[in-house]
């Protein structure tokens, strides 16, 4: 047999495999689960995410029983300022952009949803995002870039949510991404009618009232409740978190009792997001099946469980 075909048939016999695998959709931590399990929308995936295929993507949302998933695209490549001048472009993670999310999508119909995104100071970006919301986007991001939150640019982004009736999720790691969240309560009052999602390190770490250094990403102190994040979802009816990543989950497990009542206190504002680069969805490094696993363990009731992992994100995207 040639090399050639010898790879093609390993790549094939790893295809298969992974599929037959997804079909399974065995649930990380938590046994079985099916077609008929209870269903979950999975808020934040990527294509081509750390150079993981379409095809290990959907064995893995279909390894972690997720019934819907949204794809956030990444702006095109660009070397500006805003892409810290092409280093964060993919997103820092080498994520793909609006057409890949669209087209994986309609492969999926119903499986797979798609958002729109661009850099923000491009001139086109108005343009770019809106032909992806006319084709069905369900939301703006992930805005992820080295802009100020408050920036014009920013701005031109919001009121075109707006316009749309679609949310902004918004990646925050002080001094890298979307700068500003002290002040980003003027955009949520200057925005009334547009619904805003956090995400990542500063957003995570600042559920803490002692947070001080912003340098730290991962605290993994107890926390104070009453953080500028636990103030933001307070006072803010247009204010979410998404509960992805790393960053999610060590807000969950770094104080456990603080995070019982956090989820009691903001569940009707709380997201499940994977945001997890796994091939197979069932490893000890998959991020999107602990945090399933932490949202069942310390949610106060199943009720709260379900709007986690499902009724908050059916209602605000609109599923």
């Given at each position: 047999?040639?090399?050639s075909?010898?790879?093609?048939?390993?790549?094939?016999?790893?295809?298969?495999?992974?599929?037959?695998?997804?079909?399974?959709?065995?649930?990380?931590?938590?046994?079985?689960?099916?077609?008929?399990?209870?269903?979950?929308?999975?808020?934040?995936?990527?294509?081509?995410?750390?150079?993981?295929t379409?095809e290990?993507?959907?064995?893995?949302q279909?390894?972690l029983?997720?019934?819907?998933?949204?794809?956030?695209?990444?702006?095109?490549?660009v070397?500006?300022?805003?892409?810290?001048?092409g280093?964060?472009?993919?997103?820092?993670?080498?994520?793909?952009?609006?057409?890949s999310?669209?087209?994986?999508?309609?492969?999926?119909?119903?499986?797979?949803?798609?958002?729109?995104?661009?850099?923000?100071?491009?001139?086109?970006?108005?343009?770019?995002?809106?032909?992806?919301?006319?084709?069905?986007?369900?939301?703006?991001?992930?805005?992820?870039?080295?802009?100020?939150?408050?920036?014009?640019?920013?701005?031109?982004?919001?009121?075109?949510?707006?316009?749309?009736?679609?949310?902004?999720?918004?990646?925050?790691?002080?001094?890298?991404?979307?700068?500003g969240?002290?002040?980003?309560?003027?955009?949520?009052?200057?925005?009334?009618?547009v619904?805003?999602?956090?995400?990542?390190?500063?957003?995570?770490?600042?559920?803490?009232?002692?947070?001080?250094?912003?340098?730290?990403?991962?605290?993994?102190?107890?926390?104070?409740?009453?953080?500028?994040?636990?103030?933001?979802?307070s006072?803010?009816?247009?204010?979410?978190?998404?509960?992805?990543?790393?960053?999610?989950?060590?807000?969950?497990?770094?104080?456990e009792?603080?995070?019982?009542?956090?989820?009691?206190?903001?569940?009707?504002?709380?997201?499940?997001?994977?945001?997890?680069?796994?091939?197979?969805?069932?490893?000890?490094?998959?991020?999107?099946?602990?945090?399933?696993?932490m949202?069942?363990?310390?949610?106060?009731?199943?009720?709260?469980?379900?709007?986690?992992?499902?009724?908050?994100?059916?209602?605000?995207f609109?599923?």
């Open positions: 047999m040639h090399r075909q010898s790879i093609s048939r390993r790549k094939f016999i790893t295809s298969t495999s992974l599929l037959m695998a997804g079909a399974a959709w065995k649930l990380y931590g938590s046994g079985i689960t099916g077609p008929d399990s209870e269903p979950i929308i999975d808020i934040h995936q990527h294509t081509d995410y750390t150079g993981r379409n290990e993507l959907v064995a893995h279909r390894a029983g997720i019934t819907t998933t949204i794809l956030l695209p990444a702006g095109r490549p070397e500006k300022a805003s892409t810290h001048f280093d964060s472009n993919g997103l820092a993670a080498g994520a793909s952009g609006n057409d999310c669209y087209q994986l999508a309609q492969k999926y119909p119903g499986e797979f949803l798609f958002g729109a995104n661009e850099v923000p100071d491009l001139e086109d970006t108005i343009p770019e995002i809106k032909k992806y919301l006319e084709r069905g986007a369900k939301v703006i991001g992930e805005s992820k870039f080295a802009v100020p939150c408050d920036s014009p640019e920013m701005q031109k982004i919001y009121e075109l949510a707006g316009r749309y009736d679609v949310p902004v999720l918004m990646h925050w790691k002080h001094g890298s991404y979307n700068y969240l002290d002040r980003f309560h003027t955009m949520l009052e200057k925005y009334p009618e619904n805003f999602i956090g995400h990542a390190q500063t957003w995570w770490a600042n559920i803490d009232k002692d947070h001080e250094d912003q340098s730290v990403m991962y605290p993994k102190t107890d926390v104070t409740a009453g953080g500028l994040t636990d103030q933001l979802l006072d803010y009816p247009n204010m979410y978190g998404d509960l992805g990543a790393g960053s999610g989950l060590n807000s969950l497990t770094r104080d009792e603080h995070a019982r009542g956090f989820l009691e206190r903001h569940q009707d504002k709380l997201l499940y997001g994977s945001d997890c680069n796994d091939s197979d969805g069932g490893g000890p490094d998959c991020v999107g099946g602990k945090t399933i696993a949202i069942r363990k310390l949610s106060p009731t199943k009720a709260i469980e379900r709007k986690i992992l499902y009724k908050n994100a059916k209602k605000l609109r599923i």
